[in-house]
């Protein structure tokens, strides 16, 4: 059964940095890609983060871009995704995501596992 799990959420102030780790059991992801999407509250679930495996090529939503850096962990089922300079509207649970192809991609639509989510708030 495969699962991925997310840490590292929790309360910060602006202006903060937080760094949210994946852990994905079950099968290898070595040629994978994984992806960081997050649900606010009253909103969708919207795209923030993806890395390919294949070429390690990234992709950041705008609202994110210049201040958070996705990569792979050492262990090859690990993602980490660092938040820098964090704002109020920030705040949102975080999900980890991995698809079977391995190119990174922004349509959630694509990815087949899908985490439980860490909470992020982000007070004024």
């Known amino acids: 059964q495969v699962q991925l799990v997310e840490s590292g959420g929790g309360l910060v102030q602006a202006g903060g940095s937080l760094t949210l780790s994946c852990a994905a059991s079950g099968r290898t992801f070595s040629s994978s890609a994984m992806g960081w999407f997050r649900r606010a509250p009253g909103k969708g679930r919207e795209f923030v983060a993806a890395i390919g495996w294949s070429n390690g090529v990234t992709v950041y939503a705008d609202s994110v871009k210049g201040r958070s850096t996705i990569s792979r962990g050492k262990a090859e089922n690990t993602v980490y995704l660092q938040m820098n300079a964090l704002k109020p509207e920030d705040t949102a649970v975080y999900y980890c995501?991995?698809?079977?192809?391995?190119?990174?991609?922004?349509?959630?639509?694509?990815?087949?596992?899908w985490g439980q989510g860490t909470q992020v708030t982000v007070s004024a």
């Open positions: 995501a991995a698809q079977d192809a391995s190119s990174s991609s922004k349509d959630l639509g694509v990815y087949d596992y």
